[in-house]
């Protein structure tokens, strides 16, 4: 029973390698973003706030398939954001924005549990 689990849990774990490397290319992919201005947020100190660093990480989690945590820090990081930059939260993304996420994160629960199951049957 044991090496079943190591097995199982051996091909859920990604190679430290690929998250290093994931990792890298998407600070790239931030920074070129950041010094090229590309969302037009003015100075490189704007795009690397403590919000941006919770969607960064929420990000890594999602291309490292933790979903729900991924989900949550971006959610987190997305609402304070835009709080921050329109200076208030629409009343239309009020109603809608955290039911929605509680939704997708039911549905990212379903998912793994399938992936779960189809895994420990082959």
């Known amino acids: 029973m044991k090496t079943i689990d ?4 051996r091909h859920r774990e990604h190679h430290p390698q690929i998250s290093i490397g ?17 969302l037009n947020l003015g100075s490189v100190k704007e795009y690397f706030t403590w919000e941006s660093a919770l969607i960064f990480t929420g990000v890594l989690l999602l291309v490292n398939l933790n979903f729900v945590g991924g989900l949550a820090l971006i959610s987190i990081g997305g609402w304070f954001w835009i709080d921050d930059r329109l200076g208030y939260i629409p009343d239309l993304m009020k109603t809608i924005y955290w039911p929605s996420v509680i939704v997708l994160a039911g549905i990212f629960f ?9 895994k420990r049957l082959q």
């Not at 190591?6 to 849990?9: D, F």
């Not at 994931?22 to 590309?38: E, K, M, P, R, S």
């Not at 379903?110 to 189809?118: A, P």
Request: hydrophobic fraction near 65%; aromatic fraction near 16%; charge should be positive.
């Open 6 to 9: 190591n097995v199982l849990k």
């Open 22 to 38: 994931l990792f890298f290319i998407l600070l790239g992919v931030a920074l070129l973003t950041a010094f090229n201005d590309w």
């Open 110 to 118: 379903i998912i793994s549990s399938f992936v779960k199951r189809r």
